[in-house]
């Protein structure tokens, strides 16, 4: 079993859809959690960073962590075409800098 | 600022064949990380330099390998090439170690016949 596991999809939905995209992880040491979107043939971009348990929202994008169900998620609201990309979730403890990734997610928004 | 570049972006090589990919990292970040990423696997770390010294190794054979110069550029070569080793290299860089922004280059494509 993977550390971090996250469904590959595709998940394909219209536009202006909210978007839910999820990790699990079985490390209960992991403190750090993240967010990335990559788009075709580019490397990927942090989209959002959560330290710990709780919500974090950045404009359109919400990143939720439940760390006693081992749980994240990213909500996209009012999603735009420009949305679709590859998302991947990664995440570290405290005490090792090496970051572990999910498969990633990827997501088409038709318009 | 100029962004994270790797060259070369894509390389076909049969295998057996050696490989040497180049990264050069944002100007003032002195932490680069490398990164196999394949369809059915994700992202997988494969070293972290800093300060031209290895911090850091994933579960990769012996047959990759790097290393990073004193203006903090890298290089990751990969020996006796296996059809397994076709994959997206990623370069990403960092002021520091542990900086929670790592900044990605486009990577390099490598196709191994």
């Known amino acids: 079993q993977k550390e971090v596991e996250q469904d590959p999809g595709p998940l394909s939905v219209p536009e202006g859809a909210i978007v839910s995209l999820n990790c699990t992880y079985s490390?209960?040491?992991?403190?750090?959690f993240m967010w990335y979107r990559q788009y075709s043939r580019k490397g990927p971009e942090l989209l959002m960073y959560?330290?710990s348990s709780g919500n974090k929202e950045d404009g359109r994008f919400t990143a939720q962590v439940d760390k006693s169900s081992k749980y994240i998620s990213l909500f996209i609201r009012d999603s735009q075409p420009s949305d679709s990309a590859t998302y991947l979730c990664?995440?570290?403890?405290?005490?090792?800098?090496?970051?572990?990734w999910g498969a990633g997610t990827k997501l088409i928004i038709k318009p | 600022k100029a962004g994270v570049t790797q060259t070369p972006r894509y390389l076909i090589k049969t295998r057996g064949q050696q490989v040497t990919l180049s990264c050069s990292p944002i100007?003032?970040?002195?932490?680069v990380s490398w990164y196999q990423q394949t369809p059915g696997q994700g992202l997988q770390f494969l070293f972290e330099?800093?300060?031209?010294?290895?911090?850091n190794k994933g579960n990769f054979p012996g047959r990759f390998s790097g290393r990073q110069f004193s203006n903090s550029r890298s290089e990751m070569n990969v020996s006796t090439l296996e059809l397994g080793d076709s994959a997206l290299y990623l370069c990403?860089?960092?002021?520091?170690?542990?900086?929670?922004?790592?900044?990605f280059g486009p990577g390099t494509r490598l196709l191994v016949l």
């Open positions: 990403a860089s960092s002021v520091g170690r542990w900086e929670e922004t790592q900044y």
């Open positions: 100007s003032g970040h002195r932490s």
């Open positions: 330099y800093f300060s031209e010294t290895q911090r």
């Open positions: 490390n209960s040491a992991f403190q750090y």
């Open positions: 959560t330290y």
């Open positions: 990664a995440m570290r403890g405290n005490s090792n800098y090496q970051l572990i």
